[in-house]
């Protein structure tokens, strides 16, 4: 069983950026999906953004387009999500999820089994 540990998050001013990390240990990444998917208080988990770890091919919510930058470090075991520009809205606690099966649906969160504990970015006005 793969083990997901993000890390990377805390508190920034409007307009700031931070780079989120997510490690994966115990079993080695699989070649399908990874995806960061974000939760804010009362509000339900919503998708930002996912990467093909055999082609690299990435995917990205509006909400993320132009501003956020999902990449993949295949020796290290490790996925990123560069956030710049960021915004108030953005607060929320972001998690990171890994399919072991191909993906049909990057924005799903049904189709990734496993998470991490999720790491909190909070994004001051």
């Known amino acids: 069983q793969v083990q997901l540990v993000e890390s990377g998050g805390g508190l920034v001013q409007a307009g700031g950026s931070l780079r989120l990390s997510c490690a994966a240990s115990?079993?080695?990444?699989?070649?399908?999906?990874k995806a960061w998917f974000r939760q804010a208080p009362g509000n339900e988990r919503e998708f930002v953004a996912a990467?093909?770890?055999?082609?690299?091919?990435?995917y990205y919510a509006d909400s993320a387009k132009g501003r956020f930058t999902i990449s993949r470090d295949n020796a290290k075991n490790t996925v990123y999500l560069q956030m710049d520009s960021l915004k108030p809205e953005d607060t929320a606690v972001y998690y990171c999820?890994?399919?072991?099966?191909?993906?049909?649906?990057?924005?799903?969160?049904?189709?990734?089994?496993?998470w991490g504990q999720g790491t909190q970015v909070t994004v001051s006005s």
């Open positions: 115990g079993r080695t990444f699989s070649r399908y999906g």
């Open positions: 999820a890994d399919s072991r099966n191909p993906v049909n649906r990057y924005n799903d969160y049904a189709e990734y089994e496993y």
């Open positions: 990467i093909s770890w055999s082609s690299g091919t990435t």
